[in-house]
């Protein structure tokens, strides 16, 4: 079967975290809105009878599913990147709802009043929330996830096994070091066994074969992940 995933053409964003798990998985799949334009995608959320809230989505036959960590839960399931057992599975699934707040909370760094305002309209509270951030939730969550990975008794952060939560890791860990080089660079001395994931991850050979092709949109402004200098101090 061939899938399609619908998203945004001219940024990774949330749609990148399912890009990663079907290019590890090597399956066939078309990225609608890049081939056809964002017509096309627009048109299968109007004629959906189960119709998504916003991009992401991905059709599979008849399924339309949508929410990044629910068409992970489906991907997971039917391509080897979660376990088979439905308690791990459901494990999984929870560290990728983490990983979404955690997103969420990286989003709100550069737009903390309204994803409606320009980032120029909200700077001074742009710089006060990425303060807290690197205070107080990146030691939370990344501290988590490396304890994780501490305790897994393996090469990933659930075991010997790779899931789709370890590639989404792996794209925090991009997404960080591009948006804020200073404050990841700091940062990485405490929490090696992600930065060990994350290389882990990158020399996977269909993960490397995908970062070097034109596949792999480029990190930018308009995306999840965003550079200001003034925030990265």
């Not at 990841?184 to 092709?213: C, Q, T, W």
Request: glycine residues 10%; proline residues 6%; charged residues 25%.
């Amino acid at each position: 079967m061939k899938y399609e995933l619908y998203y945004w053409p001219g940024i990774q964003g949330r749609g990148e975290f399912v890009r990663l798990a079907l290019e590890e998985a090597g399956a066939d799949y078309a990225d609608v809105a890049r081939e056809r334009g964002t017509a096309a995608m627009f048109k299968v959320m109007e004629a959906s009878g189960t119709p998504p809230f916003a991009p992401p989505f991905l059709k599979a036959g008849k399924l339309v599913i949508g929410q990044t960590a629910n068409i992970l839960l489906y991907l997971g399931a039917r391509h080897g990147l979660a376990p088979k057992a439905e308690g791990p599975r459901l494990w999984v699934h929870q560290l990728q709802l983490t990983v979404a707040d955690l997103v969420q909370e990286v989003h709100d760094t550069h737009h903390p009043l309204g994803s409606s305002l320009y980032y120029e309209d909200q700077r001074a509270a742009a710089k006060k929330r990425t303060e807290e951030f690197w205070s107080e939730r990146v030691p939370k969550y990344l501290g988590y996830f490396e304890w994780l990975s501490e305790g897994s008794g393996g090469s990933y952060l659930t075991g010997r096994g790779l899931t789709h939560v370890d590639l989404s890791m792996f794209q925090i860990v991009e997404g960080l070091r591009y948006a804020f080089p200073k404050r990841m660079k700091a940062f990485e001395r405490k929490i090696p066994g992600l930065i060990g994931l994350h290389d882990r991850v990158a020399g996977r050979p269909n993960i490397k074969a995908y970062l070097a092709s034109d596949r792999r949109i480029p990190f930018n402004e308009d995306g999840i992940f965003r550079h200001y200098k003034e925030l990265d101090v």
